[in-house]
């Protein structure tokens, strides 16, 4: 990218919104985990939606790929410019209108953090129910591109269920934006559906019409100890069947709990570990405690339990699990394979994975954790070089072989864009290719996630 099309990007943006310093750029050209890193000319921080189209346009002309960046949390190596990309960050998109009371609904700009929003729409008594642990720098654009989940998906949905509107810049140039919110509006295709879970190569979002819901009044938190896997994946199903008040079910493992006690300092939660923990979040109008604890009562293989209502107490049971990401990136950069499985299907798959990663790389250590309320498991794999891609191909085979998605809700990146078609026909990733085509027609968004 040569001096003429930075300048032309200071003309639409301003210069001091083109970073061009190693040092400052530093941070964006390597994702969370650190396995994937790259370098780039330049960041530009575009500070509108016109900004955003006129720096589209700057780059079809010159041919410059890019690379959309919200909070750089992504989990499959998409959202950083590992062929040498300019970055379009969505640092200064950050306008927030008011929490519209009547219609439960906020607009947002795509810079906006996830946490923002829900704070936003605490205080007007509302809740945004998307939730995961990178809430406080995952953008809602971000979050939007990869359609990310978190862990009350069993309750209200994913982020494409929040999803009302949206305003974006297409790579053809188009400003599309339907930020009106009308909850019934069938005209013509869903185009926020599509941009939802495109991972920034079809477009670049820059503001969202956002779904709340009603915030619960009570709520209760359990830690509950299991003997084995397949209790705990066995009682939460038979929960989900019995109740509509489940926000979060959770599962974690007896050696993620005593990583994260250790890393972090804190106690470990019982006198004696469980095979497996399920995390498990209720709530209502009414105190949830009693019919909770008459479920829990019910499960079998049951070993321990621990119940809070509490703020400070339910955040106490809480970071068991939200803090398992960290934990194990102090381990060693790891190998994430984010996969659903058939509910049938899922104890066995936990049971069978750690023997089929030892297969090819045997010193390596398997991790698992993940939201077993809708069957998504994450399989961390540390003590394995970055590029050892041996074992994705089994690893993700393997899911495929036991009627799971290689992709519950972090998307494909650059990191499976090679096993994309294990998952998805001939017919889906020839309609992809053609969306791609008449929405990206230079091929300049992204270029290396998905389709590559
Ligand atoms: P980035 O990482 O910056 O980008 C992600 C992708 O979106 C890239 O392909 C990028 O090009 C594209 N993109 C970013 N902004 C835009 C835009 N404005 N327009 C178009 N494309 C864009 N994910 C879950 O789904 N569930 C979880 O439970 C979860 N937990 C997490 C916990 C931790 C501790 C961490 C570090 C990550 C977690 N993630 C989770 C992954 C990650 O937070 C989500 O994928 C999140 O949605 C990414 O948002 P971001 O703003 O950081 O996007
Ligand atoms: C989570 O559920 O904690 C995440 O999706 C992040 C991860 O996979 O590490
Ligand atoms: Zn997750």
Redesign the pocket.
């Known amino acids: 990218m040569g001096p003429g099309v930075v300048r032309e990007l200071a003309e639409v943006v301003g210069s001091a919104h083109v970073v061009t310093d190693p040092e400052l750029l530093a941070a964006h050209v390597v994702?969370?985990?650190g396995r994937f890193r790259g370098h780039s000319p330049a960041m530009v921080r575009p500070g509108s939606t016109a900004e955003v189209a006129g720096v589209l346009d700057v780059c079809r002309r010159h041919q410059v790929a890019l690379?959309?960046?919200?909070?750089?949390?992504?989990?499959?190596g998409?959202?950083?410019p590992l062929a040498g990309e300019l970055v379009?960050s969505?640092q200064r998109?950050t306008s927030a209108g008011d929490v519209d009371l009547a219609a439960r609904q906020i607009t947002v700009g795509?810079?906006v953090?996830?946490e923002t929003v829900q704070l936003a729409a605490a205080a007007a008594g509302l809740r945004y129910a998307v939730?995961?642990?990178?809430r406080g720098?995952?953008?809602?654009?971000?979050?939007?591109?990869?359609?990310?989940?978190?862990?009350n998906v069993l309750r209200h949905g994913?982020?494409r269920e929040q999803l009302l509107g949206v305003e974006?810049v297409l790579g053809t140039g188009d400003v599309v934006s339907r930020l009106s919110g009308l909850v019934k509006d069938n005209t013509g295709y869903h185009l926020p559906g599509l941009?939802c879970g495109?991972?920034?190569?079809l477009?670049?979002?820059?503001a969202a019409r956002l779904r709340l819901v009603e915030a619960p009044s009570q709520v209760v938190t359990a830690l509950v100890g299991f003997a084995t896997i397949d209790d705990a994946v066995t009682a939460v199903s038979t929960w989900r069947r019995a109740t509509d008040l489940l926000d979060a079910a959770e599962i974690v493992l007896a050696a993620g709990v005593q990583l994260v006690a250790a890393t972090f300092g804190y106690p470990l939660p019982f006198d004696r570990p469980c095979a497996a923990y399920v995390l498990v979040e209720a709530s209502d109008h009414d105190d949830p405690t009693e019919r909770f604890a008459e479920l829990v009562a019910g499960a079998v293989g049951v070993e321990q339990v621990a119940v809070a209502t509490d703020a400070a107490r339910r955040a106490a049971l809480w970071r068991y699990r939200?803090e398992h990401?960290?934990a194990i990136n102090t381990v060693g950069v790891p190998h994430k394979f984010?996969v659903t499985l058939p509910i049938g299907a899922l104890a066995a798959f936990m049971a069978d994975v750690p023997h089929v990663v030892a297969e090819v790389e045997p010193t390596a250590i398997t991790w698992l954790f993940g939201?077993v309320g809708d069957g998504n498991v994450h399989v961390n794999v540390t003590g394995v070089a970055p590029d050892a891609d041996h074992l994705d191909e089994r690893v993700l085979g393997f899911v495929v072989s036991r009627g799971g998605s290689i992709s519950?809700?972090?998307?494909i990146?650059t990191a499976k864009a090679r096993w994309l078609s294990l998952d998805r026909s001939a017919g889906d990733v020839s309609a992809m290719r053609a969306i791609k085509r008449a929405l990206d027609p230079a091929g300049i968004?992204?270029p290396g996630?998905l389709l590559a």
């Open positions: 994702d969370w985990t690379v959309p960046q919200g909070g750089n949390t992504g989990m499959v998409g959202g950083v379009l969505s998109l795509a810079g953090s996830v939730d995961f642990g990178a720098s995952a953008t809602i654009g971000g979050s939007i591109a990869t359609n990310a989940g978190g862990i994913g982020t974006a941009l495109s991972e920034g190569t477009g670049v979002v820059t939200d990401t960290a984010d939201h519950a809700e972090h998307g990146g968004l992204n996630v």
